[in-house]
């Protein structure tokens, strides 16, 4: 019968920082799902490996309201026979593809739900993802996908028919007391709603469990004959989803409270959630039809095979009527449980002492001792898959922190040798009030521990507190991330010095701690920035840790031209305070680390750190003077063509008292142009003296006898002298004509 297929996502082209793709592993209210990167290109591709390999038969994607794909391709991989199962050996074969709607007709408020049967066989599923639908919401060019959902039957071997292994039922037990029960079990094409992904993604993830369990017991009830149960049970599976599609509107908007840091508002939603809980299982008797403490009918009912029997609806296994003590469900021979049986992600875990208390209880063994809430305090803590309690967080309600895995339990090995495992248990916790709280209980045991202890006990508390505040500055709550601070100042302000633990132990909290309080003060939330920049700059302060020249040495490392702006903003804004709190007296501060830390600033792409850097160099050369300017380019006409340069050394110009080179250039401009106007002047003035001599004129020649001798026509200027005529000389017989002229 096909079921959900457990899957995760191994291969994506590109997600969004704020929307992983690991989102789509779970299902639940509060998922956010996956996004594409800001403005990539397409086609996008997923790839989704099944736990084993599995006969696929319905595949469910629920899109973005406003980050939609035009077009989804579906291809299931598998890998060929005695290959490892591996991404890089898969192959591929294309089942087809999908639509979407542009989603304009609702307003880019609804979310389109695709299902699409197919039947095929494999281990992984690529999803190619095409370019977005264009609308006003969507600035980036993004596709989003919240959820996937693949339903199927897990096999083991297609290829040998006579390999019985991979069916799930052949080993039940109530076969061999009844082998025609084997015709319930005939039903291929049936899947169950509470499959449907529309089911988790609307209901809270603990009643979504329960309704899983009340599924079974009522299918169990109808083949024992217990009507009166089953229809109970039906009736509290029908109140149940209405009750968990409520809760999971309150846990969205208190997710979304917290994400505002609107804290007072999400405290209020987990209480609301707390007792409306509380007051529903109470209503409902929901431990009673669970049958936590066994059935009411111990005995096994006896089937007779000739009797015949009529299949319920949804019956998905057949189990054996359960009996004191409680067993375990029935596990598949891969040693995994089916997924109906299987704990939400956050509920999964090993064994805690509250789970062997539960089974104590049921087996009427006296149990161990374990930390047990007041009943009036808290409701019912979520069922493991016992019919038991577990300590898991699903739902919000909780009676401790959930079990360690075995990675972190090695990761927090200093911490469990001195704290204790429970206390280290509430630090690795999914609920952030449990870490809290595991900060605060640190920093009691700090302060009331005696002056006189030892000093290798001391400082082994001091080493494991240092690694709890390391957790704590990472946290994204920030009523976590501000406990850690409190514990870290009050270990470097008092308890050292108290305890007399001396320099190294500064040195060891300081080294350890402050490269993750840098790193937070370029965290998107102002808040967490505004106070890790606060605490670094308060630290630097205080006279042991300004004794180790920690915190400037480790403001002053510099950084890549391409490094993310917030975080550089921030290092370069605290680099400029310590300079002003603290000078350059012998604390770590240099001419030398301080100005190539500046020089790195100044080749950022910000504009903002630039500016930062330019005021700390200025600062600078006022203290130090010349040796500044062996850190810079030389002072030459190339190096003030570029402007943050020469702001730069014009105010080294202005400190100095020499007017900046633009000033003398503009000096010069001024006297060129009186220059220019004198001349203008002189030239006005000899040409007035001209036009004055024009008008008197020079006086007229006169010749013998007191007559004016002027020329009738005045030659023209330039114009060629006319040569004179020549008279022709006498005849020598013209003797009259000569005479005459000799006359």
């Not at 500046?598 to 630039?610: F, T, Y």
């Not at 007035?688 to 010749?703: R, V």
């Amino acid at each position: 019968m096909p079921g959900k297929l457990e899957f995760r996502v191994v291969h994506v082209s590109g997600q969004d920082d704020g929307f992983k793709a690991t989102e789509l592993n779970t299902h639940s209210p509060t998922t956010k799902g996956w996004q594409s990167s800001r403005f990539c290109l397409y086609p996008q591709d997923m790839v989704l490996q099944l736990d084993k390999k599995s006969r696929m038969r319905k595949l469910q994607i629920l899109v973005h309201q406003y980050n939609i794909a035009t077009k989804i391709e579906f291809y299931v991989g598998d890998v060929p026979e005695d290959t490892p199962v591996t991404l890089q050996n898969a192959r591929y074969t294309r089942l087809g593809y999908v639509c979407m709607s542009d989603n304009e007709k609702t307003g880019f408020k609804a979310r389109e739900l695709k299902s699409v049967h197919v039947d095929a066989v494999g281990s992984f599923l690529k999803l190619v993802i095409h370019k977005n639908h264009v609308n006003k919401h969507n600035l980036y060019n993004q596709v989003g996908i919240i959820a996937v959902n693949v339903i199927g039957d897990e096999i083991k071997n297609i290829y040998d028919p006579s390999n019985l292994e991979g069916d799930p039922y052949i080993d039940d037990p109530r076969l061999k007391q009844d082998p025609a029960l084997a015709g319930l079990l005939n039903k291929p094409d049936y899947i169950s709603p509470l499959d449907d992904l529309a089911f988790d993604m609307y209901q809270d993830p603990e009643v979504a469990q329960i309704i899983r369990k009340l599924e079974r017991k009522k299918q169990e009830a109808v083949l024992e004959e217990r009507y009166d149960f089953a229809k109970k049970v039906k009736q509290a599976i029908t109140d149940l989803q209405k009750v968990g599609e409520k809760l999971g509107k309150m846990e969205v908007e208190k997710r979304q409270a917290v994400e505002s840091e609107d804290y007072d508002k999400a405290k209020l939603k987990k209480v609301q959630m707390d007792e409306y809980r509380l007051q529903v299982y109470k209503q409902l008797q929901l431990h009673d039809l669970l049958e936590v403490s066994g059935s009411k009918h111990p005995q096994p009912v006896t089937i007779e095979p000739v009797r015949q029997q009529t299949p319920p609806p949804k019956l998905e296994r057949l189990e054996k009527t359960p009996t004191p003590p409680p067993l375990p469900p029935p596990e598949s021979r891969s040693g995994k449980l089916p997924y109906d049986e299987r704990p939400l992600p956050a509920l999964k875990k090993t064994q805690s002492p509250r789970d062997v208390e539960d089974e104590a209880e049921g087996s009427g063994s006296p149990p161990p001792t374990a930390r047990q809430p007041p009943p009036a305090e808290s409701p019912p803590p979520p069922l493991d898959e016992s019919g038991g309690t577990g300590g898991g967080t699903g739902g919000g309600i909780t009676e401790g922190p959930e079990e360690m895995s075995e990675k972190d339990l090695r990761e927090a090995s200093i911490l469990i040798d001195v704290f204790g495992q429970p206390l280290a248990a509430k630090a690795y916790s999914k609920t952030w009030s449990f870490r809290e709280d595991a900060i605060n209980s640190v920093q009691k045991e700090l302060r009331d521990l005696p002056t006189s202890s030892p000093k290798e006990e001391t400082r082994n508390m001091l080493r494991a507190a240092i690694f709890l505040v390391q957790r704590g500055i990472k946290d994204k709550v920030q009523a976590v991330f501000k406990a850690a601070l409190s514990l870290l100042r009050f270990i470097l302000k008092d308890f050292i010095s108290l305890h007399k633990l001396g320099k190294s132990e500064t040195s060891y909290a300081v080294e350890k701690t402050l490269p993750g309080l840098i790193q937070r003060s370029g965290d998107t939330a102002a808040r967490i920035r505004d106070e890790a920049k606060a605490f670094v700059l308060d630290i630097a302060q205080y006279p042991d840790v300004k004794a180790t020249h920690l915190v400037p040495s480790e403001c002053t490392k510099p950084f890549k031209p391409s490094a993310a702006p917030r975080l550089s903003l921030s290092k370069t804004e605290i680099v400029e305070q310590l300079y002003r709190d603290l000078g350059l007296e012998n604390n770590g501060l240099t001419v030398d680390n301080l100005m190539k830390f500046c020089v790195a600033a100044l080749q950022h792409n910000n504009g903002e750190i630039r500016h930062v850097a330019e005021r700390i160099i200025i600062d600078l050369y006022k203290t130090v003077g010349a040796p500044v300017k062996d850190f810079l380019p030389p002072d030459d006409d190339k190096t003030r063509k570029n402007t943050l340069y020469r702001q730069i050394f014009e105010a080294f110009d202005k400190i100095d008292g020499k007017p900046s080179k633009e000033e003398l250039k503009r000096q010069k401009a001024e006297e060129e142009k009186k220059k220019a106007a004198e001349i203008e002047a002189l030239q006005a003035q000899l040409a007035a003296l001209k036009d004055l001599s024009k008008s008197s004129g020079p006086a007229e020649d006169t010749g013998k006898g007191g007559t004016n001798v002027k020329d009738d026509k005045k030659k023209p200027k330039g114009a060629p002298h006319a040569k004179p005529k020549v008279k022709p000389p006498p005849e020598e017989d013209d003797t009259s004509t000569l005479f005459q002229i000799d006359k």
